[in-house]
């Protein structure tokens, strides 16, 4: 055997074992480029999601933002009925102990006050009205 025909034999071995560890290469940089776009769909579904909660984070702020205007709306309202039933409140309490006062004053009085007469009967016409 000549050294020609050796040294050709051994650089097939060696251009076969490069073509062999080529095919391996082509395999594991084809499985990384899927891992790649697989990667890159993953990100995108991520970038869609955030963007999703991002809208519905603006949206429940502004529904909070006009809830919470409607709620301070009928707080002042409620505390406009509350002063305004304070001022009922007090303003009963006055005429009942005029009238107590007057009773204990009369004591012989069995009759309502004219003035309290005449006014329940300026009133009595207006509610028969409304009820028919």
Same mark, same amino acid.
């Given at each position: 055997?000549?050294?020609?025909?050796?040294?050709?034999?051994?650089?097939?071995?060696?251009?076969?074992?490069?073509?062999?560890?080529?095919?391996?290469?082509?395999?594991? @940089? #084809?499985? $990384?480029?899927?891992?790649?776009?697989?990667? /890159?769909?993953? +990100?995108?579904?991520?970038?869609r &999601?955030?963007? %999703?909660?991002?809208?519905?984070m603006?949206?429940?702020?502004?529904?909070a933002?006009?809830a919470?205007?409607?709620?301070?709306?009928?707080?002042?309202?409620?505390?406009?009925?509350?002063?305004? @039933? #304070?001022? $009922?409140?007090?303003?009963?309490?006055?005429? /009942?102990?005029? +009238?107590?006062?007057?009773?204990? &004053?009369?004591? %012989?009085?069995?009759?309502?006050?004219?003035?309290?007469?005449?006014?329940?009967?300026?009133?009595?016409?207006?509610?028969a009205?409304?009820?028919?």
């Amino acid at each position: 055997m000549s050294i020609a025909l050796f040294v050709e034999i051994l650089l097939s071995a060696l251009l076969l074992a490069t073509v062999v560890y080529c095919a391996l290469l082509e395999r594991k @940089l #084809s499985a $990384l480029r899927k891992g790649q776009d697989g990667l /890159a769909e993953t +990100i995108g579904e991520l970038n869609r &999601a955030i963007v %999703s909660a991002s809208v519905s984070m603006r949206t429940l702020r502004a529904t909070a933002d006009d809830a919470g205007k409607l709620l301070q709306e009928q707080i002042g309202k409620a505390r406009g009925m509350i002063d305004e @039933l #304070s001022l $009922l409140n007090v303003s009963g309490e006055r005429i /009942a102990q005029r +009238i107590v006062g007057g009773a204990q &004053a009369k004591p %012989s009085a069995n009759t309502l006050p004219t003035a309290l007469t005449n006014r329940l009967d300026a009133l009595r016409p207006r509610a028969a009205g409304g009820m028919r």
